[in-house]
Antibody, heavy 120, light 107 residues
Framework: EVQLVESGGGLVQPGRSLRLSCAASGFTFDDYAMHWVRQAPGKGLEWVSGISWNSGSIGYADSVKGRFTISRDNAKNSLYLQMNSLRAEDTALYYC?????????????WGQGTLVTVSS | VIWMTQSPSLLSASTGDRVIISCRMSQGISSYLAWYQQKPGKAPELLIYAASTLQSGVPSRFSGSGSGTDFTLTISCLQSEDFATYYCQQYYSFPPTFGQGTKLEIK
């Protein structure tokens, strides 16, 4: 059974940093691209960043480019999102999502999300 | 960036109804389109990919069609568990983008 478990969210002041993690299990992690998708309270879905299986291709939404860094550790079956210079508009539930083999791709499995709140 | 217009944003229907949700692209995306269902407090779930291919385990009352710029999600014979919010997503090019969502509510 595929499982994606996010962690690392919390309340943080504007301008500070936070690192999200996603622990994956139930599939061969290093065969698939992985992504972060966020959802602000009461709003729709926004793709944040994606990384190919070997970290050779990485993409970011314009809204986070230069502030967020995605990475993965295939030996640990883990995905990460380093978020710097956080803004109020980054407040959202952050989902870790698995790609289906292509890149870009649909997201065939999602975690339950970790909530990031940026507020003073 | 490929922009997506999803309509309607709110849809009221009754159990047993047939409903159609539309998604229009700002440029052609072949069949690189997915549909998701999201229930309150839950993560989205993939329903359809490649515009018309049902994800494993998804009931056959869900169907998708279209290619190029115009796509539809059809739910025939609505069940109580289908009342949720639905999103389309293009994965033809980066960045992947989502439609604004359609909230399907009980009439």
């Amino acid at each position: 059974e595929v499982q994606l478990v996010e962690s690392g969210g919390g309340l943080v002041q504007p301008g500070r940093s936070l690192r999200l993690s996603c622990a994956a299990s139930g599939f061969t992690f290093d065969d698939y691209a992985m992504h972060w998708v966020r959802q602000a309270p009461g709003k729709g879905l926004e793709w944040v960043s994606g990384i190919s299986w070997n970290s050779g291709s990485i993409g970011y939404a314009d809204s986070v480019k230069g502030r967020f860094t995605i990475s993965r550790d295939n030996a640990k079956n883990s995905l990460y999102l380093q978020m710097n210079s956080l803004r109020a508009e980054d407040t959202a539930l952050y989902y870790c999502a698995k790609g289906d083999g292509s890149y870009p791709s649909p997201f065939d499995y999602w975690g339950q999300g970790t909530l990031v709140t940026v507020s003073s | 960036v490929i922009w997506m217009t999803q309509s309607p944003s709110l849809l009221s229907a009754s159990t047993g109804d047939r409903v159609i949700i539309s998604c229009r692209m700002s440029q052609g995306i072949s069949s690189y389109l997915a549909w998701y269902q999201q229930k309150p407090g839950k993560a989205p779930e993939l329903l359809i990919y490649a515009a018309s291919t049902l994800q494993s385990g998804v009931p056959s009352r869900f169907s998708g069609s279209g290619s190029g710029t115009d796509f539809t999600l059809t739910i025939s014979c609505l069940q109580s568990e289908d009342f949720a919010t639905y999103y389309c997503q293009q994965y033809y090019s980066f960045p992947p983008t989502f439609g604004q969502g359609t909230k399907l509510e009980i009439k």
